[in-house]
């Protein structure tokens, strides 16, 4: 079973900034598309930012520009920096790791971490 451990969660006001890492020890992350998604209560799990193998980025519209996905796959990890931050991007965030495609696909998930933004 994969292990995606996230940390950095936490509470900051609107305009400050934030700054995630997912890490696994289980493997490389190199061959899987890494991604942050986010869940706040009533709504859908959302994808917020995801990094391919070879460093191509998509962005929810919501964070662009304000969010930077970035990945080392030598230390595996995935790190998500979040700028300019604002009440509604107040989620719990969850870290991916996806391989494969149709029925073949695979995801993994770490248990999320709280992020908090008061205006």
């Known amino acids: 079973q994969e292990q995606l451990v996230e940390s950095g969660g936490g509470s900051v006001q609107a305009g400050g900034s934030l700054r995630f890492p997912c890490t696994t020890s289980?493997?490389?992350?190199?061959?899987?598309?890494m991604g942050w998604y986010r869940h706040t209560p009533g709504k859908q799990r959302e994808l917020v930012a995801a990094?391919?193998?070879?460093?191509?980025?998509n962005y929810s519209e919501s964070v662009k520009g304000r969010f930077t996905i970035s990945r080392d796959n030598a230390k595996s990890t995935v790190d998500l920096q979040m700028n300019s931050l604002k009440p509604e991007d107040t989620a719990t965030y969850y870290c991916?790791?996806?391989?494969?495609?149709?029925?073949?696909?695979?995801?993994?998930w770490g248990k999320g971490t709280l992020v908090t933004v008061s205006s």
């Open positions: 991916n790791a996806r391989i494969g495609i149709g029925i073949g696909r695979m995801d993994y």
């Open positions: 289980r493997r490389s992350i190199i061959p899987y598309t």
């Open positions: 990094i391919t193998s070879d460093g191509d980025t």
